[in-house]
């Protein structure tokens, strides 16, 4: 049976979120994106988001970030087909970073988007991207 037969009427939700701010509830796998790279720490960089081209570029440019996704992905694309085995209707990932503004979106878009190309349905909440830094 491959994953696109079984797994591909499982409903993914993909979500980004700053852990400063809580976790997610009823996720079923949290990913933490604090060890890419961060651009706040770029003046230039720190108003943006990562659904800005710009941020997008400079976060998957870190080797880590690429990693991150990679490793992430072989694990959920796994999950998915064990839980479509079991029956399962769906499943839920949450990626974080500090403020949620940045890394953790890039993430989950880049790992949305093969999860996609797998076949799956996947939805994508971006929890925290819009919430104002207070340091800006």
Request: charged fraction near 25%; glycine fraction near 8%; include cysteine.
């Amino acid at each position: 049976m491959s994953q696109r037969d079984s797994a591909g009427d499982l409903a993914m939700s993909v979500t980004s979120f700053g852990f400063k701010f809580g976790l997610p509830a009823d996720v079923g796998w949290v990913v933490d994106a604090r060890m890419v790279r961060n651009p706040f720490w770029v003046p230039e960089l720190r108003s943006f988001t990562g659904l800005d081209p710009v941020v997008r570029d400079y976060v998957l440019e870190d080797e880590v970030a690429g990693e991150l996704i990679d490793r992430t992905h072989a694990l959920i694309s796994w999950s998915a087909q064990r839980n479509a085995e079991r029956g399962k209707d769906g499943l839920s990932i949450a990626v974080g970073c500090t403020g949620g503004r940045h890394r953790s979106v890039v993430i989950v878009e880049a790992l949305a988007e093969r999860l996609r190309d797998d076949g799956l349905t996947v939805t994508v909440t971006h929890r925290d991207v819009d919430v104002p830094d207070p340091r800006l």
